[in-house]
């Protein structure tokens, strides 16, 4: 069995300052573990992926997460937020053969 | 745009009619994903399919729910007596497998979904 725990439903920060996201997986084996971003009206878009490499994964636009075994994390992380990075986002797990399990998301608000 | 393509974007319909929906991958891509995703929640898995097979259905599509894949392409998604509760976007998604049966260690590339709205 395989599930992700989103911490925080909603997120709000001031452009400029950090953005921290919170998520804790549960899994059987060796997760693979992302976070994916939803713009309002578009499609899910990949923002990075473990995969059982290096723990601490590079994403697009600035963003990185670190995987936690000890802790069972894989927090999402940005050193300073910019409007264009309101949206939800999605912390997902896979273990082995299985299709992706989704979190609830977290909606980040980023305010002028 | 070569990405994946949902139509219709929105539907609505009334209780007990039937709906359809169809969804085109990227061309070279092997598996064909559906999500369901409601208000507050995360996408949830129906079904999959590598190639024209459906490997893998989830407890959530129920009898009244069918996905085809017939010539490993495009998919449809159809709705049988349609009840409220099946309101919710339904996502498709799409990625390539070098093996069959492979784990899932790569990226699903998402459309933009198919708005259902159940009167």
């Known amino acids: 069995a395989q599930s992700v725990t989103q911490l925080d439903s909603h997120v709000s920060v001031s452009e400029g300052t950090p953005v921290l996201l919170r998520c804790n997986y549960s899994?059987?084996?060796?997760?693979?573990l992302f976070w994916y971003v939803q713009h309002p009206n578009k499609g899910l878009q990949l923002l990075l992926k473990?995969?059982?490499?290096?723990?601490l994964v590079k994403g697009i636009n600035g963003f990185e997460a670190e995987f936690k075994k000890s802790e069972t994390s894989f927090h999402l992380t940005k050193p300073s937020a910019h409007m264009s990075d309101a949206a939800e986002y999605f912390c997902?797990?896979?273990?082995?053969?299985?299709?992706?399990?989704f979190g609830k998301g977290t909606m980040l608000l980023v305010s002028p | 745009d070569t990405g994946v393509s949902q139509d219709p974007r929105h539907k609505i319909t009334k209780r007990g009619q039937n709906v359809t929906f169809r969804c085109d991958p990227i061309?070279?891509?092997?598996?064909l994903y559906w999500y369901r995703q409601t208000l507050g929640q995360g996408p949830e898995f129906l079904t999959y399919?590598?190639?024209?097979?459906?490997?893998?259905k989830s407890r959530l599509l129920s009898d009244r729910f069918s996905a085809e894949r017939p010539k490993g392409s495009f998919s449809t998604l159809e709705i049988q007596r349609t009840e409220q509760g099946d309101s919710a976007m339904y996502l498709c998604?799409?990625?390539?497998?070098?093996?069959?049966?492979?784990?899932?260690?790569?990226?699903?590339?998402f459309g933009e979904g198919s708005r259902l709205t159940v009167l």
């Open positions: 998604a799409s990625s390539l497998r070098a093996l069959a049966g492979g784990p899932n260690t790569g990226e699903l590339f």
């Open positions: 899994s059987s084996y060796s997760p693979s």
């Open positions: 473990y995969t059982s490499a290096a723990t």
């Open positions: 997902v797990v896979s273990s082995g053969y299985s299709t992706l399990t």
């Open positions: 061309s070279e891509h092997n598996r």
């Open positions: 399919f590598q190639n024209e097979a459906q490997l893998e």
